[in-house]
């Protein structure tokens, strides 16, 4: 919710509810200075109309607020600004080769299509490899198995050859 607007909610409601307030204090003494008495539980039913009748206000306030526009500031403040790394899916293949000595078509082992992307995230917060025998292959030079993309950048990390950050592999041809 924007700052302003709560703020005015707020300042809102204690104005009816001070106004609620007045008018039932001003029923109270109409009665008592009638002749009549109060009592714990008429009294306490009262209290329970004014917070009935200032809920049922303060709802159709909602309902009417006007919207409030935001600046650029405060829309900027509500996105996280991010780096991520991009590279064309020819880089990565000859990337993969040269650092680990295997041939591997990313578009073949995971079916992606012309035009398409594959996205992925390194860091210290994924950096337990998992499977270690697939790791070790890895590094010998041995085929892995296709699906296996996000588990080569999570090598390439680790060995050392990526950042940790967001990755976007570019396919087209």
């Not at 650029?72 to 064309?88: G, L, R």
């Given at each position: 919710?924007?700052?302003?607007v709560g703020e005015k ?71 996280t600004v991010k780096k ?51 790791f070790q292959k890895l ?35």
């Amino acid at each position: 919710m924007d700052k302003r607007v709560g703020e005015k909610r707020v300042e809102l409601k204690e104005i009816l509810n001070d106004a609620i307030e007045g008018v039932f204090h001003e029923a109270h003494q109409l009665i008592e200075t009638t002749g009549g008495c109060i009592t714990p539980s008429q009294s306490g039913k009262l209290a329970e109309y004014q917070n009935q009748i200032l809920n049922l206000v303060m709802e159709q306030v909602e309902q009417n607020l006007p919207v409030i526009p935001l600046t650029k500031d405060e829309i900027m403040a509500k996105f996280t600004v991010k780096k991520k790394f991009y590279i064309d899916y020819n880089d990565f293949e000859l990337m993969i080769e040269r650092v680990y000595g295997i041939t591997y078509e990313i578009t073949a082992e995971e079916e992606l299509n012309n035009n398409s992307r594959y996205n992925f995230t390194v860091g210290e917060e994924n950096k337990e490899f998992g499977d270690e025998a697939i790791f070790q292959k890895l590094r010998k030079g041995e085929y892995i198995g296709q699906y296996n993309t996000y588990i080569i950048a999570k090598a390439l990390y680790i060995d050392g050859y990526l950042e940790a950050g967001d990755y976007q592999i570019e396919i087209s041809w």
